[in-house]
């Protein structure tokens, strides 16, 4: 049990990468519960995206253990059982949407009907047959998440999938997290956009590739007394740059 008093849905102990001979994680300690919408925030470049790649498998890491639903990040046993989205789209830019989606379905032997109803939960029934080369960043962003959601994972991991999409969407979107966590699903959000950090039920705020915090969004604005997260969050930032400093 994590410290909510729910399952571990991901466990992280001593996560230490490099690339470029630059450690963009930093001997890394975590664990997120299970049906829940947990936040990865924190500035671009300071190693969301690299964290998250440890998670799904395809980061080589220096040390450190990465646990997925109970199995090591990457097990084949793993693939129907967690979606990523990645920040680039990663569908066929020759295909409508619901080409993308079929075909994504019939990689995961799942019916076709799951497609026409994933483009419908993210708001694309009406372009579906709109060719994803054509479509705007936003709307090839939501293909990605449509072709996520086929097989119904029980973990899904989301790189920033909210940029560039007008706040009537993200709010839609939002909301459709959180119906998926209640249908006992979990998610891990990625964004630089600290408004959206209210929108989690427990955050990681993450800098420079070291953990500053990790807990709920009313916890962090009690612990800094701040009211606004973004304060919170650059408050907590200067007590690491102290603690630094002072070690």
């Known amino acids: 049990m994590g410290r909510t008093g729910r399952p571990e849905a991901i466990r992280v102990r001593g996560l230490l990468v490099e690339r470029g001979g630059r450690r963009v994680i930093d001997d890394m300690d975590c664990s997120v519960p299970s049906g829940r919408v ?7 470049g300071g190693g969301k995206t690299t964290f998250m ?5 395809v980061q080589r890491i220096v040390s450190g253990e990465v646990t997925v639903l109970g199995l090591p990040a990457g097990a084949p046993a793993l693939r129907r059982r967690v979606g990523y989205v990645t920040q680039s789209p990663s569908v066929y830019p020759d295909l409508t949407a619901a ?4 075909y994504f379905a019939a990689v995961q032997g799942v019916p076709a009907a799951a497609a026409d109803r994933a483009l419908r939960d993210v708001g694309l029934a009406e372009d579906a047959d709109r060719l994803v080369g054509r479509m705007s960043g936003g709307q090839r962003a939501r293909v990605s998440l449509a072709c996520a959601l086929l097989a119904s994972p ?8 909210t940029v560039g999409l007008d706040p009537v969407l993200r709010r839609d979107l939002w909301r459709m997290f959180h119906d998926l966590a209640g249908d006992g699903a979990t998610l891990l959000v990625s964004s630089h956009v600290m408004d959206e950090a209210g929108r989690c039920d427990d955050l990681l705020l993450i800098r420079e590739g070291r953990l500053v915090a990790h807990d709920t969004p009313d916890e962090l604005r009690r612990v800094t007394g701040q009211d606004d997260l973004e304060s919170a969050f650059l408050a907590l930032a200067e007590r ?3 603690a630094r400093v002072a070690a």
């Not at 947990?38 to 671009?44: A, F, M």
């Open 99 to 102: 080409a993308n989606a079929r």
């Open 53 to 57: 790649r440890c998670l799904v498998g």
């Open 38 to 44: 947990t936040g990865l925030l924190g500035p671009s």
């Open 240 to 242: 690491d740059d102290s």
């Open 154 to 161: 029980e973990l899904l991991v989301l790189d920033e999938p």
